[in-house]
């Protein structure tokens, strides 16, 4: 009996603890009410969830509607919270992350008078056409990997570069062959050297594997690392300032570049630059589009046209790239949007 | 073949190992006195949060392992008291810690820091020593460890009365040996040691926690265990064998194939767990936990 009774309230006790916690009901004037479900990795990721939720952030500042936000601890709470969303009437339910896909088109069909958006997705229905409720926030991430490949291989020593991904999943491969065949247009003996932490959603939140990952890389050669790895990304910035900077010229040893937000500050100076994906725009205009009701269903491509996806250059990094490499990568840019260099999309293979 | 053997991999492979001794050794001290300890995983997380935080807090990690650890000590006297006192059944309380340690975590990060995913990262300065970029201070410690818990489990009166009351408690008592302190004291170390090496991924190896970075760490440590027959110096090798496998996984990710293509990474991700597999299966023999484990203690039965 005893033992039963230390079952139950460890059991308890983990239950209450476990539960996450969600906004509090507050009675505000809301033009619109706006709930969003956040990846594994939590809004303060310092990359992809983080530029979502400033997004949503400045939406709630300029255009005065209610935000509610999950971060769900586990894959299989993002159901119930869009649900809880949808049988609550909101006016636009947004999902940050591919993994969110499958889960949103089976809600998104049970309710379809409310409005959805997908960061990352992209949701058909059982006929295979877009459906009409639901936007598929998507990046052209392969663009910008090439530009800042073209950088990485113009600041580069050794001609060795390093790519370390996260989940093993082809939208990461995007960001890898973008990467590499920027980096093969200024440098055509350029060594890629690729590893990804895992193959399941603990890949992106283990650092010690990361800087680890980023460590082996370096060990083989590579100077200028590119991280698309979520949380666990944060350990190859870690790996790039052990190794310090050079006492001479001042300038870091190694280096490492951030992904989907702006990462140039996380360690000035080992930074080179970030690709950025502006997620934090793209759910800013949805939002803005449900509250003058010029929403709109199926796929919203944002490419290096629309500024969807760029590389970062602020005080941190300008003095890190020379200027003819940035009229270079410039010059890349416009070819890219007009067509002249295809850089290959891996997904779409 | 011969490039991937260099000095840095067996760098990285002590590494990847450090946090596995830390906490087989500290799972070492609770089983051999006779409580399973499933919860190391959770302990781990416990330690790495709270040495986060506290180091983030007041910018010294020794302070921060010290409140990593001292977290480490609470939960497993928590777990304790449900297995030894209450009697709980203790894969089942160890497994309800490891769930508990899954969410705890981001609710208090989520209202200290405003973000359920991770804590603040902690500037190079403030966090474990490193020496010649390759040897944490952390490494050092666990490798010394290794003596101490021989030293302690095997030339002690504490380390024989610990073996004893997990081989046969009733034997023990008998013999004027308090079971019940010996059980709690076992536990909590275990709580310390998986603690500390919870610490080394947060502020040693990383600069800050994100949630369930262990990302299984603990049950490797517990398989390391067992494969050591939960003795001290065969720990070592164990948990360096699953470092070293870990290491050597990472280079084998940019072998190309006879066809061009990268190996891929499920297949070298499987690597280790396999080779366990089949040295558990095949070459060491057979593993004897000792006999009263998992078995509550009470005097009137």
């Known amino acids: 009996m005893k033992s039963k009774i230390g079952i139950f309230l460890i059991i308890v006790s983990a239950f209450i603890f476990s539960s996450c916690g969600t906004s509090t009901e507050a009675q505000r004037q809301c033009n619109i009410r706006v709930g969003i479900v956040f990846d594994i990795g939590g809004k303060n990721d310092r990359s992809f969830n983080a530029a979502a939720w400033e997004g949503v952030q400045r939406a709630e500042r300029d255009l005065k509607i209610c935000l509610y936000d999950v971060e769900p601890g586990n894959p299989t709470s993002i159901e119930p919270a869009m649900r809880a969303f949808a049988e609550k009437d909101f006016d636009l339910i947004v999902g940050v992350g591919f993994a969110q896909g499958p889960i949103m088109q089976k809600v998104a069909v049970d309710f379809p008078k409310i409005k959805f958006a997908i960061v990352d997705g992209v949701i058909t229905g059982k006929d295979g056409k877009p459906l009409e409720n639901v936007a598929s926030l998507v990046f052209r991430e392969h663009e910008g990997s090439y530009l800042v490949g073209m950088i990485a291989a113009a600041k580069s020593k050794s001609g060795t570069l390093g790519f370390v991904g996260g989940m093993d999943i ?35 939140n283990n650092p010690g ?34 190794y310090g900077k050079n006492p001479q010229t001042n300038e870091a040893n190694k280096f490492v570049i951030g992904v989907d937000s702006n990462q140039n500050g996380v360690k000035p100076g080992f930074v080179l630059t970030s690709m950025v994906k502006r997620v934090d725009n793209a759910v800013y205009d949805v939002v803005n589009e449900v509250l003058n009701n010029k929403f709109q269903g199926g796929f919203h491509v944002f490419g290096l046209d629309k500024d969807g996806v760029a590389y970062s250059l602020d005080d941190f990094n300008k003095p890190l790239i020379p200027q003819e490499v940035i009229t270079k990568v410039e010059d890349s840019k416009k070819k890219i949007v007009a067509g002249e260099i295809k850089v290959t999309d891996a997904m779409a293979k | 073949m011969s490039e991937l053997l260099t000095l840095s991999l067996f760098f990285s492979a002590i590494r990847l190992a450090t946090p596995l001794i830390f906490a087989a050794l500290g799972g070492m001290f609770s089983e051999r006195s006779g409580i399973i300890n499933i919860a190391l995983e959770g302990l781990m997380l416990a330690g790495a949060f709270t040495a986060a935080v506290a180091t983030f807090e007041l910018n010294n990690p020794y302070l921060g392992l010290l409140g990593g650890v001292v977290a480490g000590a609470f939960l497993a006297f928590i777990y304790a008291v449900a297995v030894i006192k209450f009697e709980a059944n203790q894969v089942v309380a160890g497994t309800a810690i490891n769930f508990l340690m899954l969410g705890l975590p981001q609710l208090i990060s989520g209202a200290v820091y405003d973000s359920s995913g991770s804590t603040p990262q902690i500037a190079k300065e403030f966090l474990l020593p490193n020496y010649y970029n390759s040897v944490s201070l952390a490494s050092i410690i666990a490798f010394a460890l290794i003596p101490l818990c021989w030293y302690v489990m095997y030339k002690t009166p504490f380390g024989l009365r610990i073996r004893a009351v997990g081989e046969n408690p009733a034997a023990a008592d008998a013999a004027g040996i308090n079971v019940i302190r010996l059980r709690y004291t076992g536990v909590i170390l275990s709580g310390i040691l998986a603690a500390a090496g919870g610490a080394y991924l947060s502020i040693g190896q990383s600069s800050l926690f994100t949630r369930g970075m262990t990302a299984g760490r603990g049950f490797i440590a517990l398989a390391a265990l067992i494969l050591a027959k939960w003795k001290p110096v065969p720990v070592l090798f164990a948990c360096l064998f699953f470092g070293f ?33 089949i040295v558990l299966a095949g070459f060491i023999g057979l593993s004897r936990a000792p006999k009263a484990l998992g078995i509550p203690y009470n005097k009137e039965k």
């Open chain 1, 170 to 204: 082809p939208l990461i491969h995007k960001f890898a062959t973008g990467y590499e065949e920027g980096a093969k247009s200024v440098n055509p003996n350029a060594r890629v050297l690729t590893n990804y932490v895992g193959v399941t959603d603990a890949a992106w």
């Open chain 1, 209 to 242: 594997k990361g800087k680890e990952l980023a460590l082996s890389q370096i060990d083989q050669g590579a100077d200028v690392i590119f991280t698309a790895a979520g949380n666990s990304g944060l350990g190859a910035f870690d790996a790039v300032e052990q």
């Open chain 2, 245 to 277: 496998m870990e290491a050597l996984t990472i280079p084998l990710g940019n072998i190309k194939l006879a066809s061009g293509d990268p190996m891929p990474v499920q297949f070298i991700q499987i690597i280790p767990y396999v080779l366990t597999i």
